[in-house]
């Protein structure tokens, strides 16, 4: 039985899978681990290559093997589904990560440090805090129009409908309806407070990160989009070139060809649904301003195609700009228009 060289892992909540082979293939172990068995096994074997599902903690599980010497590799799940070779289970989710894990065209996710998940957190709480804030606007305002009370769209004017709630000389709204409604109201300020409280702490972490700071410099990308993109892109080294990285967020085309034919249809929406969604609203505030639309290529866009398909390319822009700013470690510099 030959040495173990690659080892892989599917984690779980409570019970882990270990598959692992020698150089020439040959399986060499397969063992089940309880969720604290899992450090002080991988802490006896030497070093060796490990391939871990990228998941929900497949960053932590890698800087603990890491910090143990191995050489951890996360990797897509939807890559890693097509060596499974048989029905759907531990062992052979494990089996299929070990062999994904050795191709030598087999894409990786970068392991992602303490740090970066904090910055993530904070972009994912602010994120659900605000879906919450839509839900409740939108029982606000459909309770409120069931009495005949309808107002303009807009977040700031739920101010207004949070007035006629809480007064109680307005007699639209019956007195027991009031009272329901009344803590829907309460629980907006309470979001609106959150909300605030994590934008201070993402304008933090934003000033006190240089890739952060030079990325804001790019139209149409403030300090959210910028912490975002810093926390998300660990290395944009990773990326051959922006196209690429544009690919990589879902921002191009999807192709469907065969027999030498291609055919583009709409952007793939492939990647980070919440950076490309946070994208293409900036890129739709950047065209509001003088300093975007003034480009001879985005006014000859707005011409002939719908704005929002013009915001879509102009964040595919963005993005390949980003690449640029974080590659070469400077700020945007705007190209000046010809004499």
């Not at 409740?136 to 807009?154: D, K, S, T």
Request: with cysteine.
């Amino acid at each position: 039985m030959g040495e173990i060289t690659t080892i892989g892992l599917d984690l779980a909540k409570h019970v882990f899978q270990v598959h692992g082979v020698d150089e020439t293939g040959a399986v060499v172990l397969r063992k089940r681990l309880r969720r604290g068995q899992v450090v002080v096994f991988f802490g006896n074997l030497p070093a060796c290559l490990v391939g871990v599902e990228a998941c929900g903690t497949a960053h932590h599980w890698a800087r603990e093997l890491i910090a143990l010497g191995h050489e951890v590799r996360l990797m897509p799940p939807q890559y890693v589904k097509a060596y499974v070779k048989r029905n759907k289970n531990d062992v052979a989710d494990a089996e299929a990560i070990c062999e994904a894990v050795r191709r030598p065209a087999m894409r990786f996710v970068p392991v992602k440090m303490a740090e970066q998940q904090s910055a993530l957190t904070m972009h994912r709480v602010r994120d659900l805090l605000v879906r919450q804030r839509t839900m409740l606007v939108n029982a606000l305002r459909g309770h409120l129009a069931e009495f005949g009370i309808v107002e303009a769209q807009g977040l700031h004017k739920v101010a207004g409908l949070a007035a006629i709630v809480r007064d109680k000389m307005d007699t639209r709204v019956p007195d027991l309806a009031r009272q329901v409604l009344t803590v829907i109201a309460g629980q907006l300020d309470e979001l609106k407070t959150q909300i605030a409280t994590i934008d201070a702490l993402i304008i933090a972490w934003h000033k006190n990160n240089p890739v952060s700071r030079r990325l804001a410099s790019i139209p149409g990308i403030g300090p959210i989009i910028a912490t975002a993109i810093a926390a998300t892109v660990p290395d944009a080294h990773m990326f051959r070139n922006g196209r690429e990285f544009a690919a990589w967020l879902g921002l191009v085309p999807r192709q469907n060809g065969t027999g030498g034919k291609t055919r583009l249809g709409g952007i793939s929406k492939r990647g980070d649904s919440y950076l490309r969604r946070l994208l293409v609203g900036g890129a739709l505030s950047a065209l509001l301003g003088k300093t975007v639309t003034t480009d001879p290529w985005v006014r000859s866009l707005l011409a002939k195609k719908p704005r929002l398909v013009v915001a879509v390319a102009l964040a595919n822009k963005m993005v390949r700009i980003a690449w640029a700013v974080m590659c070469h470690a400077t700020t945007y510099q705007p190209r000046v228009a010809a004499a």
